[in-house]
């Protein structure tokens, strides 16, 4: 995954996406070590199918791990690389970052304050809301990481906000 050559990386990042499926693995990328920020970077590559597997792998990951969760967190650049995900126009790479910031919001309440206090929460709204038959699963997920961030008390309903 660490190879500049972009076949070589892709086909590491493609085999990690189907190893981290394994707890030994998870707790791997649990360890002190860079390795769930490099699969955060990784999503950004300009070659789709290595940007679409790191995701991939984050989807799984952040689904297990709440250590996973708050370690997305670690780049500098870790909203832009949300904003990314969620704006990408590959139906497949956003449904992945959409399925990240679900588990996200859904792993821990300091995590999901994080997410709260930048545009994300303007994001899962505007997804919540698309209506194209390709795009039912973010729009599921979107909405799922919206109730999470309700459950947390972060957020209030429309019909809630008047009480």
């Known amino acids: 995954m660490y190879e500049e050559h972009e076949m070589l990386k892709r086909a590491a990042t493609q085999v990690m996406t189907n190893l981290i499926m394994s707890p030994d693995v998870v707790k791997i990328y649990e360890g002190n070590n860079d390795r769930t920020k490099l699969l955060v970077l990784l999503c950004t590559e300009e070659d789709e199918e290595t940007s ?20 997305i967190f670690q780049p500098e650049s870790w909203l832009d690389i949300l904003h990314q995900l969620l704006a990408n126009p590959s139906t497949d790479i956003q449904h ?59 957020i209030k309903k429309p019909d809630e906000e008047d009480e």
């Not at 792993?107 to 304050?113: F, L, N």
């Open 96 to 154: 992945r970052g959409v399925v990240i910031v679900c588990n996200m919001m859904h792993s821990s309440k300091e995590a999901a304050e994080k997410l709260i206090a930048t545009d994300i929460m303007e994001i899962l709204l505007a997804l919540s809301t698309l209506q194209e038959d390709d795009k039912v699963k973010v729009r599921e997920f979107a909405t799922e990481a919206l109730k999470a961030a309700e459950e947390w008390k972060l």
């Open 52 to 71: 679409k597997a790191a995701a991939g792998a984050l989807a799984v990951l952040t689904s297990t791990s709440k250590k996973a969760c708050q370690k």
